[in-house]
């Protein structure tokens, strides 16, 4: 039973693991499922249930840039998470006075 539990254990921190160095690079799973070949709803269970596949595993180390030792046990260099970029809506351009007086006119 106790290696049932640590079995479960290990492959939650391993999931987020995964989740940690994608949302590192920046990218959407999108754009790490398309880097790694795969579709988006595939690439979206290794987040959130299952643990990716020891093929798909230099791959994806390979686009979020990370050492896989610590992906596959937690110790070493942990990804460095990018600034934070402040996304804001573009803001309308206000129309000139010309183009006002022009539309009167």
């Given at each position: 039973?106790?290696?049932?539990?640590?079995?479960?254990?290990?492959?939650?921190?391993?999931?987020?693991?995964?989740?940690?160095?994608?949302?590192?690079?920046?990218?959407?799973?999108?754009q790490v499922a398309?880097?790694?070949?795969?579709?988006?709803?595939?690439?979206?269970?290794?987040?959130?249930?299952?643990?990716?596949?020891?093929?798909?595993?230099?791959?994806?180390?390979?686009?979020?840039?990370?050492?896989?030792?610590?992906?596959?046990?937690?110790?070493?260099?942990k990804p460095i998470?990018?600034?934070?970029?402040?996304?804001?809506?573009?803001?309308?351009?206000?129309?000139?006075?010309?183009?006002?007086?022009?539309?009167?006119?």
């Amino acid at each position: 039973m106790a290696e049932i539990d640590s079995k479960a254990q290990y492959e939650q921190e391993f999931i987020a693991r995964v989740r940690a160095a994608r949302i590192a690079t920046g990218k959407k799973q999108w754009q790490v499922a398309e880097l790694m070949g795969i579709k988006q709803d595939q690439y979206k269970h290794y987040e959130t249930g299952r643990v990716i596949p020891h093929h798909l595993v230099g791959r994806f180390c390979l686009i979020c840039s990370i050492d896989p030792t610590w992906l596959m046990t937690g110790k070493g260099s942990k990804p460095i998470q990018p600034p934070h970029s402040v996304e804001t809506e573009a803001e309308p351009v206000p129309k000139s006075r010309r183009a006002k007086r022009s539309q009167a006119a």
